[in-house]
């Protein structure tokens, strides 16, 4: 009887062993895990960050005149029985996109100054 109780002692103990050894596995790889998804959590932030950044750079006023110059349709609404085309539309200020055309031209005239500044033409 003894020796059964010593064998289920010991047995008792290297399975203990074994479930120690198992936990701190697992908590090593959960350990592990969770390091690797705050680095990639970092990157992504990091990657956002810089997006978010080189889209604040951006004036959006320049973009949009220049997209307004570039794109020369013509369209509208004429209603029923004032379709011509002979008409003219006139146009109308909606806001701070009216004044796209004028700032587009500025903005030429200042990429045509600077040009002249740094490259004059020698006669």
């Known amino acids: 009887m003894t020796e059964l ?4 002692i010991f047995a008792l103990t290297v399975i203990s062993v074994m479930g120690i050894l198992f936990a701190l ?3 090593q790889s959960v ?5 690797q998804l705050d680095a990639l959590d970092q990157r992504r932030l990091a990657e956002v960050q810089s ?3 080189r889209l604040m750079t951006i004036r959006w006023e320049d973009f949009i005149a220049v997209e307004e110059t570039t794109a020369e349709q013509e369209g509208g609404f ?4 004032e379709e011509s085309e002979e008409e ?10 009216s004044q796209t055309r004028r700032r587009a031209d500025i903005l030429d005239e200042n990429e045509q100054q600077l040009l002249m500044e740094d490259f004059p033409e020698d006669k």
Request: charged share 10%; no cysteine.
């Open 5 to 8: 109780l010593a064998f289920a």
């Open 88 to 97: 003219t539309m006139v146009t109308q200020s909606w806001g701070a996109l």
């Open 25 to 27: 596995a697992l908590r």
């Open 31 to 35: 350990r592990d895990f969770a390091q």
């Open 51 to 53: 997006l978010l950044n």
């Open 78 to 81: 004429f209603p029923p029985g």
